[in-house]
């Protein structure tokens, strides 16, 4: 009877360790909700573009707003900056507004990436935005179609998936539109930028191509430095982290959660502790196992190959064609002392007579390098070709 309830004791102990540990090491699903925030690495945050963009401005000076705008900008000694808002909607109150246009008319430039815009501070503006849905692919769904931007400056035309929804900018007079035009999509603008006393409104309408999914799309990078790159770059740099979909929310598990109960947290850590307890002090260990002592592994075999995976996943195949021209160099020095080759004819005859290889290998080792040394890029074939000459000579040399 003792010995089998002892046995039900263990049995839900271990349950209870398994339960915890599904808690807290459960692998969470990937959040494809936009946040638009520096603080989240998810496909829709923004944190390696709040990164990145740094290195944009010529400034050391960056401040991370998380106050409303009437609070922050009553402090009229902030001059030369460039107030950066990303969300999927801008809508803020009367105080606030007032507060940005007396902020971007003292000298300053406020850039608002978004779907959807406050319509009173449009209209104050002078612009108003039209939508026209396209398709109706789901945020998750990123091969839902293809939008083809256009940018200012640029020749190049940026794809972006996953668009569902198409916004863009209408002025009350055609013409002020395209002088103020900065970027469009089938010759209509999606970002403009609107003179304001001393300074600059940037209403830019698709912040989903600011986020992290597509930055590190290294098609796309170059869009996201395009669109930043039309403020002033050695001006201050102010990220909003107020206005944001998810503000107060933090990723939680189920278990982060329950531990917000103070009568959960208790039992937990109590549990815990009888656990630790009872391994303590009533576990007994009957015989300690002899240890496998393995033998040392020769793990030269793996570094290899481990190196050259990162090469081949790179795919820098002219890296790689310097290194090993690198590497044959510095093996002729040491084995011929033939030091710094420069790969001339003069050279060669000189390494026949030392090494003992074929003409022909040695000649088509030093005609592909005078071939691929001026490439900017070198394709498989190419590599593989000088390779291949080379190990051949490795195999015919005489070596002292």
Known sequence: MIKGTKRNIRLIILYVIIIVLMGVFMPRQLDWSPSFSKHHNTPYGAEAVHENIKDLFRTEKTFISDEPLYNLLKDTSISNSNYIFLNSSFYVDSLDKSALFTFAGAGNNVFISAESFDDKFLDSLGVTTETHLNNFANVNELDGGISQLEIRDSDDVYEFKAQWVNTYF?????????????????????????????????????PYALTNYYLMKEENRSYISSVFSQLPQDYDLIWDEYYKPHRSAVQQSPLSVLMR???????????????????????????????????????????????????????????????????FKEHLYSQFFMKDISFSHAEAEKLKLKSGAKKDVIDRIFQLENEFRGLSEISDAQLKAIVKKINEFYNQEKTT
């Open 170 to 206: 209408i002025r009350r007079n055609s013409s002020e539109l395209e002088h103020s035009g900065i970027g469009w999509q089938d010759s209509l603008y999606n970002y403009i930028k609107i003179p304001y006393k001393s300074g600059n409104f940037y209403l830019h309408c698709f």
């Open 261 to 327: 109960y103070d009568a959960f947290r208790w039992a937990y850590w109590l549990t815990i502790s009888g656990v630790v307890l009872f391994m303590i002090f009533y576990a007994k260990r009957k015989q300690r196992a002899i240890p496998v002592i393995e033998p040392p592994r020769n793990e030269s075999v793996n570094f290899v190959r481990t190196l050259g995976s990162l090469y081949y996943n790179k795919g820098n195949n002219k890296d790689i064609f310097e290194k090993k021209i690198q590497v």
